[in-house]
């Protein structure tokens, strides 16, 4: 799928990549980047004002019917429900629409609303749920299809942990499958769990897309090392780390890894002194995002 666009109304401009088929892609980025108008345009419910849009090699508005099928998505901003019918009766109305099999949606539903945690719902109106009942229903839905690219807008609002929990596992189970599945969150959390890609929005132009590894070595490639001591304290002055301190035996450590190596300043450490115990620590993604925003690399 490539996008190579210039959409001054639609939010985004200057985007140029290509997502391979069968990974976890998670979309981040700030209120505002672009991540929606990013899945409508790859869903065929936006047309660039230029540029190419291309979903499994078509153009996913001239095609729509066809990427429809083959296409499951799941938007916040577009209802799944109709309020009058029951979870269930709508579940059969999609079994008929794509035609599928009754031991097969039997199968399907079965796993999907037991992980998900949304059983004893099925013959509730979508009216008389909670969101996160809500939530689960819709994720159940977008699940049950067999297609070849998921896509899930902010999906985990209204989820408690485990469900949550069940959401990754089916992300998980699409993956495994050859799947495509991409993902926007505010969570850099939830992103992190579950992608094996990243892209990063900001102001509508991509700011970073590739790996979570290759995000935190260029953005935040901070590590903290905690040690606790057994006996003389060591002299670390020389080495190349931004900072640290000891307090009853306790060293805390903060290092760009890009210059010193965790393994560098063991073997520094340990060259003076006794080592009871010690934990490395990456930054988190959410770090890696500050890191970006104030500038820093």
Not at 232 to 250: A, C, H
């Given at each position: ?262 393994k560098e300043v063991l073997e520094r450490i340990c060259a003076t002194s006794k080592i009871k115990s010690v934990s490395v620590r990456k930054a988190d993604l959410a ?11």
């Amino acid at each position: 799928m490539v996008i190579c666009d210039k959409l001054n109304k639609f939010i985004l401009h200057d985007i140029d990549l290509h997502i391979p088929r069968g990974i976890t892609l998670g979309i981040i980025g700030a209120s505002g980047a672009g991540k929606t108008t990013f899945l409508k345009l790859i869903s065929g419910l936006l047309q660039p004002e230029s540029g190419i849009v291309r979903t499994l090699r078509t153009d996913p508005v001239e095609k729509k019917h066809n990427i429809t099928l083959r296409l499951s998505a799941l938007f916040t901003d577009i209802p799944v429900y109709n309020e009058n019918l029951t979870i269930m009766d709508f579940l059969e109305e999609i079994k008929i629409m794509y035609g599928m099999k009754q031991d097969v949606f039997e199968k399907r539903l079965k796993l999907i609303s037991e992980t998900l945690g949304f059983t004893d719902i099925l013959n509730s109106k979508p009216k008389e749920l909670s969101l996160g009942q809500k939530r689960r229903a819709e994720l159940g839905l977008t699940f049950l299809r067999d297609a070849e690219i998921y896509i899930f807008d902010e999906p985990c609002i209204g989820l408690d942990q485990n469900g949550k929990a069940g959401f990754y596992k089916l992300v998980a189970e699409k993956k495994w499958a050859g799947k495509t599945v991409l993902v926007t969150s505010h969570s850099m959390q939830e992103i992190s769990s579950i992608a094996d890609r990243v892209l990063l929005l900001n102001q509508g132009e991509t700011a970073f897309y590739g790996s979570k590894e290759e995000l935190y070595k260029r953005l935040a490639p901070i590590e903290e090392s905690f040690i606790e001591l057994d006996g003389q304290l060591p002299d670390i002055s020389d080495l190349e780390v931004e900072n640290y301190f000891i307090e009853n035996g306790r060293m805390k450590i903060r290092y760009n890894s890009n210059h010193v190596s965790s393994k560098e300043v063991l073997e520094r450490i340990c060259a003076t002194s006794k080592i009871k115990s010690v934990s490395v620590r990456k930054a988190d993604l959410a770090e890696s995002i500050k890191s970006l925003k104030s500038g820093r690399k």
